[in-house]
């Protein structure tokens, strides 16, 4: 089974700042890999598929990369309501999820 | 408007028997698999299975094989988690999520599991 490790478990920035949120995989997943965004006690949605491709209605400051065995999550400019959990996936039989990473207010 | 709609929150004793819903709206619901993921309280997302509804195939991720069963009728758009025997950890959100090139494009609201003595 493929692990999805990520890194850090906790990301303190402020407002305006750049946030790099890191996922790496056991093994490569080629570029099958999703990124989620999850806030209190809502469901996750769906920012990034095939690792760089943003959803449907998901602002250009989110972007990802990577393939292989490293992605990356970018936000450009931290707006308040980005500040939640966020999980990558990969898309292979068991569809596996990272730990997250909190990206909390400093 | 795509949808999925979950039943209610459900309050259940260790050894009950327990099947919760997710229900399609707004779109083919055979021409997409439902998957199901849990989220134990404070805890991250599980992906525990998924079924394709136009012919019920199913598979899980090893560590909830055996312990629940995904099913659905596509009569009426509808999915299914249950549990034969229900135990104190498996008190949790459970969520499911349409699966659109492989990635969780539409979610559920979450049906929270509550299993206590």
């Known amino acids: 089974e493929i692990v999805l490790t990520q890194s850090p478990a906790t990301l303190s920035l402020s407002p305006g700042e750049r946030a790099t949120l890191s996922c790496r995989a056991s093994?490569?997943?080629?570029?099958?890999l999703a990124w989620y965004q999850q806030k209190p006690g809502q469901a996750p949605r769906l920012l990034i598929y095939?690792?760089?491709n943003r959803a449907t209605g998901i602002p250009a400051r989110f972007s990802g990369s990577g393939s292989g065995t490293d992605f990356t999550l970018t936000i450009s400019s931290l707006e308040p309501e980005d500040f939640a959990v966020y999980y990558c996936?990969?898309?292979?039989?068991?569809?596996?999820f990272g730990q997250g990473t909190k990206v909390e207010i400093k | 408007e795509v949808q999925l709609v979950q039943s209610g929150a459900e309050v259940k004793k260790p050894g009950e028997s327990l099947r919760i819903s997710c229900k399609g709206s707004?779109?083919?619901?055979?021409?997409?698999?439902i998957s199901w993921v849990r989220q134990m309280p404070g805890k991250g997302l599980e992906w525990m299975g998924r079924?394709?509804?136009?012919?019920?195939?199913?598979n899980y991720s090893p560590s909830f094989q055996g312990h629940v069963t995904i099913s659905a009728d596509k009569s009426i758009s509808t999915a299914y988690l249950q549990w034969s025997s229900l135990k104190a950890s498996d008190t949790a959100m459970y969520y499911c999520?349409?699966?659109?090139?492989?990635?969780?494009?539409?979610w559920g609201k979450g049906t929270t599991v509550t299993v206590s003595s």
């Open positions: 707004g779109y083919s619901f055979t021409s997409y698999w």
């Open positions: 079924i394709d509804p136009s012919d019920s195939y199913t």
């Open positions: 095939d690792a760089s």
């Open positions: 996936q990969q898309r292979s039989n068991s569809g596996t």
């Open positions: 999520a349409r699966r659109t090139r492989g990635y969780m494009d539409v």
């Open positions: 093994q490569s997943v080629s570029s099958y």
